[in-house]
Nanobody, 124 residues
């Protein structure tokens, strides 16, 4: 079993900053991709930023230059540093992990796991 847990959300004023963290743990064989997604009320979930095990990053156009995704050297943990936050950044932020995990003692299967989300509210 694999668990993905996010933290770091909260209330911040426009122009402020927040740092989100996400850790994947459990019966993990390897992680090759992790990412942040967000879902605002009444809207579909959208990609925010992703990072591969090789360190290749990808950002939504709406956050380029304001958000930075990074990974802990030990792996399985990523961060999202958010600057110059805007009211339209308000959303539940979800972390996704992809890779391989031990589905049984001698079995390895594809992994795609989501966290429960952390709420970011940008408001004065």
């Amino acid at each position: 079993q694999v668990h993905v847990v996010e933290s770091g959300g909260g209330l911040v004023q426009p122009g402020g900053s927040l740092r989100l963290s996400c850790t994947a743990s459990g019966s993990i064989f390897s992680i090759n991709f992790m990412g942040w997604y967000r879902q605002a009320p009444g809207k579909e979930r959208e990609l925010v930023a992703t990072i591969t095990s090789d360190g290749i990053t990808n950002y939504a156009d709406s956050v380029k230059g304001r958000f930075t995704i990074s990974a802990h050297n030990a792996g399985n943990t990523i961060f999202l540093q958010m600057h110059n936050l805007k009211p339209e950044d308000t959303a539940d932020y979800y972390c996704k992990a992809q890779g391989l995990y031990y589905s049984d003692i001698d079995e390895i299967d594809h992994l795609e796991a989501w966290g429960q989300g952390t709420l970011v509210t940008v408001s004065s």
